[in-house]
């Protein structure tokens, strides 16, 4: 063979390779500028649940164009929906604005025991007393009652008030339920969780919870101004026998006869963010005869005759308070007595307290009382 066909013959192949390479690597995102550099690398999508929506709006569902969403289920929800209900909108991938949460009910509940956590295994009721009438004949009444933000008890309340009484569940789970949340402040409209609380303006009392249960309020305004016969207590919030019973976020305005918080022979009692105003009848915060009691961020104020603002008596184990205040009682700001376990107080507020003064606190355990202030009261006694 020739040398120029030769030539020409190795030239091919090397053509015919160079093809292939061309084929069989991947092609380069971007190529080369004038100067010599690449251009920057494109933005990561924004986290907008959709398309052309600010970062952490709800925006467009992506998908089709007729609106449908074609995300695969297990997506979140959006930013800002309330706990637990997060996990049922993931479920057909709904979004907070269409989920169907815009219905005429203010009432949902949302079971823990739901195997797919979806909303179609939540019930809807126009009442707080018909959801409870319902929860009442579950297998495991554990869940969450969501209630909307502008939920009303109408112009003249139902009786005997909200009762929550589990001695009354007549399920055939072996344990009824064993964590049971009312959480208020919800906006129906988009599923989110508001700062705004729901506003009751009648007595809710929560009784007879086993030590295997636990029980939640979070979110409510309770504006309570009289008592009817057959109330099971005078008092706007009655926790009777019960276990391990957390109340969230809740304001007491208590202009009646009775007191504002009363707590009888219960264990593990927490008060979070609570404040307390009763103007009329009794004590804004009573507790007797119960044990492991922590409050923390709570404002409690009696102007009544004999109104104390935290009442404790014959109650055991520890009294924990944190960053609350009791200012402005006539009677005692904090009053403890016959307490068989250590107190702590941190952070404890008592002022302008009359009768005894700022505190009267008379306890078998130990004392530890840091970072707190008792000014401009008639006395403070601590035995």
């Known amino acids: 063979m020739k040398p120029r066909y030769l ?30 550099h690449e251009p920057p690398p494109p933005k990561p999508p924004s986290n907008d649940f959709g398309s052309g929506g600010k970062p952490g709006s709800a925006g467009k569902p992506s998908g089709k164009s007729d609106g ?62 018909e959801m409870i009438t319902y929860i009442k004949g579950l297998d495991d009444a554990s869940g969450v009652i969501y209630v909307d933000q502008n939920y009303s008890t109408g112009l003249v309340p139902p009786q005997p008030g909200l009762v929550f009484d589990q001695s009354t569940f007549t399920g055939a789970g072996p344990l009824l339920v064993t964590d049971l949340t009312m959480q208020g402040g919800i906006d129906y409209s988009l599923g989110t969780q508001t700062a705004t609380k729901t506003v009751l303006n009648q007595p809710v009392t929560v009784q007879n919870f086993n030590a295997l249960s636990k029980v939640s309020l979070d979110m409510f305004q309770f504006n309570v101004s009289g008592y009817v016969s057959g109330d099971p207590a005078t008092a706007a919030v009655n926790v009777v026998s019960s276990n391990h019973v957390s109340l969230t976020d809740l304001f007491i305005n208590e202009t009646g006869t009775g007191s504002g918080l009363v707590v009888t022979q219960s264990n593990d009692l927490t008060l979070q963010r609570l404040s307390v105003l009763d103007s009329a009848g009794g004590t804004g915060v009573s507790i007797s005869q119960t044990s492991k009691i922590q409050l923390d961020q709570v404002g409690s104020t009696s102007t009544s005759k004999t109104g104390y603002g935290a009442f404790f008596t014959n109650n055991s184990d520890t009294l924990t308070i944190n960053n609350s205040q009791f200012n402005g009682n006539t009677n005692d700001g904090l009053f403890v007595l016959n307490q068989t376990g250590d107190i702590s107080l941190n952070g404890v507020n008592a002022a302008g307290n009359t009768a005894l003064g700022a505190a009267f606190l008379l306890n078998s355990g130990a004392l530890t009382i840091l970072n707190s202030d008792f000014d401009n009261n008639t006395k403070l006694i601590a035995e």
Do not use: W
Request: charged share 10%; with cysteine.
């Open 7 to 36: 030539t020409r013959t190795l030239l091919g192949v090397l053509a015919v390779f160079t093809l292939l390479a061309a084929l069989i690597s991947p092609i380069p995102a971007y190529a080369k500028t004038s100067g010599g």
């Open 68 to 129: 449908s969403s074609s995300a695969a289920a297990g997506s979140p929800a959006g930013p800002g929906t309330p706990r637990l209900l997060a996990a049922r909108l993931s479920v057909d991938a709904l979004e907070p604005r269409h989920s169907s949460l815009n219905l005429p009910e203010q009432v949902m509940f949302c079971p823990l025991s739901s195997p797919t956590f979806s909303l179609t295994a939540c019930q809807q009721k126009s009442t707080i007393e």
